[in-house]
């Protein structure tokens, strides 16, 4: 069983930077890849980013590339997205998840289906 905690979210102006956490327990995570989704009111849960853990392969949604950074510490056990130039598009609640299947093609990690973990959530909202 893996267990992961967000934090880092809050409100932030147009052009502000933010960095959300996600804390990670129960497994080496080394067998894992991991993604950050988003979900705005009334949206679909969408894909923000994504890394794999053993290699450190990243890919991010063309929404977001530029701007977003994805990222993971071994030592804490936790993966990082930086946010800068925040646009209210951005606005969502920010979801870290983890798949364990390390070792499919990109296009596998943008889906919320492959994923078989999931932290609660934080909110982001940026103001214009």
């Known amino acids: 069983q893996v267990q992961l905690v967000e934090s880092g979210g809050g409100l932030v102006q147009t052009g502000d930077s933010l960095r959300l956490s996600c804390a990670v327990s129960g497994r080496t995570l080394s067998d894992y890849a991991m993604g950050w989704f988003r979900q705005a009111p009334g949206k679909e849960r969408e894909f923000v980013a994504a890394?794999?853990?053993?290699?450190?392969?990243?890919y991010y949604a063309d929404s977001v590339k530029g701007r977003f950074t994805i990222s993971r510490d071994n030592a804490k056990n936790a993966v990082y997205l930086q946010m800068n130039s925040l646009k209210p598009e951005d606005t969502a609640v920010y979801y870290c998840a983890a798949s364990a299947r390390p070792y499919y093609s990109s296009s596998y990690y943008t889906s919320p289906r492959n994923y078989n973990y999931w932290g609660q959530g934080t909110q982001v909202t940026v103001s214009s």
């Open positions: 890394i794999k853990w053993s290699v450190g392969s990243t």
